[in-house]
């Protein structure tokens, strides 16, 4: 029905709100509630309490492990275009095609291997999907030179893939 950012933006789908006469304060209500019960607690678990910093002028690659109605991939794209960045290349393994046409304009490139017609939910897809642990995430955050938290002030650097 509705999907909200770590930057607070919100992004509905007006025809289940209407279909299933749900108000849209209480939508606003629930996307406020998420935004402090889960993606605050998954921003002080991952990240140290550091939220996005400035993503202006910015080339950003949004990788998805899949994509069925585009409610993530949008939510994602709504505040990228709030933050002003350069670009934004989409990728996924798997992406509905009627998702893939609506999402198309919005971005500079989508990369999938597999556009699929029918499309019937992500985890129908994969034979062993893999979800990894808080912990070996963050171990692998942990280890890398980007990981904000572990930079010093005034020393964030930035991946560069030329």
Same mark, same amino acid.
């Given at each position: 029905?509705?999907?909200? %950012? ?12 209407? %279909?299933?006469?749900?108000? #849209?304060?209480? !939508? #606003? ?5 998420? #935004? ?6 998954? !921003? &002080? ?44 290349? &989409?990728?996924?393994?798997? /992406? ?14 989508? #990369? ?13 897809? &994969?034979?062993?999907? /893999? ?5 070996? !995430?963050?171990? /692998? ?9 572990? $930079?010093?002030?005034?020393? !964030?650097?930035?991946?560069?893939? $030329?």
């Amino acid at each position: 029905i509705a999907m909200v %950012s770590e930057k607070d933006d919100v992004v509905l789908n007006d025809e289940l709100i209407k %279909s299933f006469g749900i108000s #849209y304060d209480f !939508v #606003y209500g629930e996307a406020d509630r998420k #935004y402090d019960e889960k993606i605050l607690k998954n !921003v &002080y678990k991952f990240r140290k309490g550091n939220l996005i910093g400035d993503l202006k002028d910015r080339n950003i690659l949004l990788i998805d492990e899949g994509c069925e109605t585009g409610l993530t991939a949008l939510t994602c794209l709504k505040t990228l275009m709030r933050e002003r960045v350069k670009s934004v290349t &989409y990728a996924t393994p798997l /992406i509905a095609t009627d998702v893939a046409a609506a999402i198309a304009p919005l971005v500079d490139e989508i #990369y999938a291997v597999h556009k699929i017609a029918n499309f019937i939910e992500v985890d129908f897809y &994969y034979k062993n999907k /893999i979800e990894p642990k808080p912990e070996t !995430v963050l171990s /692998i955050l942990e280890e890398s030179p980007f990981y904000i938290p572990l $930079q010093k002030q005034g020393d !964030v650097r930035a991946c560069s893939i $030329q």
